[in-house]
């Protein structure tokens, strides 16, 4: 399994995926939590998670263990790097390039708009959520090679 870390200045998305791609589970969280959710994730349990989580299931979900951390380049990384290192934790940073604008699009395709809403062009549409997560999620595909430019 993959991690992908989106890092920002107050919060940071993150998400657990399959090296087909698919996600098991993402969320946004605190960044001054990043230590708790470390701690979380190196048992595999997912029962405090709830208050973290926006996609997939967290109900009786054992997690995988980590094969890769993916970190993003870009606001936050070296806050987050150095909790890493700290850690004995090894990760890649990888580039963050329109994964913002990406996760957008991860999300209208997740929860495709209803009525009227569909009307509404992409480019104008504001998720009602934070994305970090699917940010992360994004890091995580371009690093599979599973999306192309777009």
Avoid: C, Q
Avoid at 42 to 62: A, H, I, R, Y
Avoid at 136 to 144: G, I, N, Q, S, T
Wanted: hydrophobic share 40%; aromatic share 12%.
């Amino acid at each position: 399994m993959l991690v992908g870390i989106d890092p920002g200045r107050e919060k940071f998305g993150w998400a657990f995926v399959k090296k087909d791609g698919s996600l098991l589970l993402s969320g946004v969280t605190p960044l001054p939590e990043f230590n708790e959710w470390l701690d979380a994730i190196g048992s595999g349990e997912t029962s405090g998670f709830e208050n973290w989580v926006f996609e997939g299931k967290d109900d009786e979900l054992f997690l995988p263990p980590v094969e890769k951390i993916l970190l993003g380049e870009g606001t936050g990384m070296k806050k987050v790097a150095d909790i890493l290192r700290s850690e004995n934790l090894p990760f890649d940073a990888v580039s963050e390039t329109y994964s913002t604008l990406r996760a957008r699009k991860l999300y209208w395709a997740l929860h495709p708009p209803r009525g009227l809403g569909r009307l509404v062009p992409l480019s104008f549409r504001v998720p009602p959520r934070p994305i970090d997560d699917l940010a992360a999620w994004r890091l995580v595909l371009d690093f599979l090679g599973l999306f192309g430019e777009d």
